[in-house]
């Protein structure tokens, strides 16, 4: 039997660019797909001639045809709510395992919604979102959890990051606004509910003792955090200057819509520039996530994870991750089960920390 292959879509853009680079480290096998043949070749080039594969993610019959039952496939073409589900379907039908970079809220609860049951039938796992932000995000959580009486009455994950537009690439930007344009979910009283981007603020208390200004945010441990922990709430925070979070409350009610109707204006400045950030940038550009669990007895315990690079830690996050999901890491994990999985059923929490160790993650319990 052949061994599983590692694809990686969307390769030629920039975050599936260091992925193949993180891929070409290693001794997988694995093969470069994505629309543009010349793209694909200087890439391939670049990586001492690594196998490539044009295919249109818009015409999924282009993937379907390549791949092969237990094959990886390492998705990073965005913006993901128009361009994932028919990876996804192409996957599950070709009997491949899928996974994927998204920070698209909508999109995870869309797949586990309409993809969960045909993946567990056919025996294959699809894990959304193993990229920095919400695997790093999931595991905190896990870990904040530790010891706490359940049903959990809260997880909170509260963002922080430096760096602005120039620190994001083409796509990650793409992928905010249609984030923004999306309904949000809250996960209230045990059930997922609509809530939109920025309907609450407040003022956080965040590990270091600061007092910071915070607004309400989609994030995708809102659909993944319930799916491994009985939790009564989850709730997304990102931290913002002042202003910016009281004119973000001010908007919300309309920001939807007004994003929806400057979509074509606001793709044009998102796809614009530089196609992502400098490697300079990446290692200035810091980020913090916090997650604060509270008990369902009371008590609270807080993980905090900080750290640079959040472009380098995906690369690393998500071909360790395929590397399992391919049976390639032996002895140090095994695949977690068929259907939708959330990013800690594939990289617990000691093996992701494992993972990162070399990489100035710092993880604090507190």
Same mark, same amino acid.
């Given at each position: 039997m052949d061994p599983a292959r590692i694809l990686v879509v969307g390769a030629t853009g920039y975050t599936g660019s260091l992925v193949a680079r993180e891929l070409a480290a290693g001794d997988a096998p694995f093969v470069l797909a994505g629309r543009d043949p010349?793209?694909? #070749?200087?890439?391939? =080039?670049?990586?001492?001639?690594? +196998? /490539?594969?044009?295919?249109? %993610?818009?015409?999924?019959?282009?993937?379907?045809?390549?791949?092969r039952s237990g094959d990886v496939v390492v998705s990073c073409a965005g913006p993901f709510l128009e361009l994932g589900e028919p990876v996804v379907r192409a996957c599950v039908e070709a009997g491949a395992h899928y996974m994927d970079t998204t920070g698209e809220q909508r999109f995870m609860k869309q797949v586990v919604e309409r993809w969960d049951g045909p993946a567990r039938e056919v025996g294959v796992t699809v894990v959304n979102a193993m990229a920095f932000e919400y695997a790093l995000g999931d595991a905190a959580a896990e870990l904040a959890a530790?010891?706490?009486?359940?049903?959990?009455?809260? $997880?909170?994950?509260?963002?922080?990051?430096?760096?602005?537009?120039?620190? /994001?690439?083409?796509?990650?930007?793409?992928?905010?606004?249609?984030?923004?344009? =999306?309904?949000?979910?809250?996960y209230r009283n045990?059930?997922? $509910?609509?809530?939109?981007? *920025?309907? @609450?603020? &407040?003022?956080? #208390?965040?590990?270091?003792?600061?007092?910071?200004?915070?607004? /309400?945010?989609? &994030?995708?441990?809102? $659909? &993944? %955090?319930?799916?491994?922990?009985? %939790?009564?709430?989850? @709730?997304?925070?990102?931290v913002t200057g002042g202003p910016t979070a009281?004119?973000?409350?001010?908007?919300?009610?309309?920001?939807?819509?007004?994003?929806?109707?400057?979509?074509?204006?606001?793709?044009?400045?998102a796809r614009g520039g530089a196609p992502g950030p400098t490697r300079a940038q990446r290692e +200035?550009?810091?980020?913090?996530?916090? =997650?604060? =669990?509270?008990?369902g007895e009371g008590g609270t315990r807080t993980v905090a994870v900080r750290g640079r690079d959040p472009y380098g830690l995906t690369a690393a996050i998500? %071909?360790?991750?395929?590397?399992?999901?391919?049976?390639?890491?032996?002895?140090?994990?095994?695949?977690?089960? *068929?259907?939708?999985?959330?990013? $800690?059923?594939?990289?617990?929490?000691?093996?992701? @920390?494992?993972?990162?160790?070399?990489?100035?993650?710092?993880?604090d319990t507190l």
């Open positions: 010349r793209k694909l #070749e200087r890439l391939a =080039a670049s990586l001492s001639g690594a +196998s /490539t594969t044009v295919v249109d %993610v818009t015409r999924p019959d282009t993937l379907k045809r390549l791949l530790l010891g706490l009486a359940r049903p959990l009455r809260l $997880v909170e994950l509260i963002y922080g990051w430096r760096g602005g537009a120039a620190a /994001t690439s083409r796509g990650t930007r793409a992928s905010i606004l249609r984030i923004l344009a =999306a309904p949000g979910l809250a045990g059930t997922w $509910v609509p809530e939109r981007a *920025a309907r @609450r603020r &407040t003022v956080l #208390e965040l590990p270091d003792g600061s007092r910071r200004p915070a607004i /309400t945010l989609p &994030t995708g441990e809102i $659909v &993944t %955090v319930p799916r491994h922990m009985e %939790v009564r709430e989850v @709730r997304g925070w990102a009281r004119a973000a409350a001010l908007l919300s009610p309309a920001l939807p819509h007004l994003v929806r109707w400057l979509l074509p204006l606001l793709d044009r400045w +200035s550009g810091e980020f913090e996530i916090v =997650a604060r =669990a509270t008990g998500i %071909v360790a991750g395929a590397g399992r999901l391919a049976g390639r890491d032996g002895a140090s994990g095994s695949r977690p089960p *068929a259907g939708v999985q959330p990013p $800690v059923r594939l990289l617990p929490p000691a093996d992701l @920390r494992a993972l990162l160790d070399d990489r100035g993650l710092r993880w």
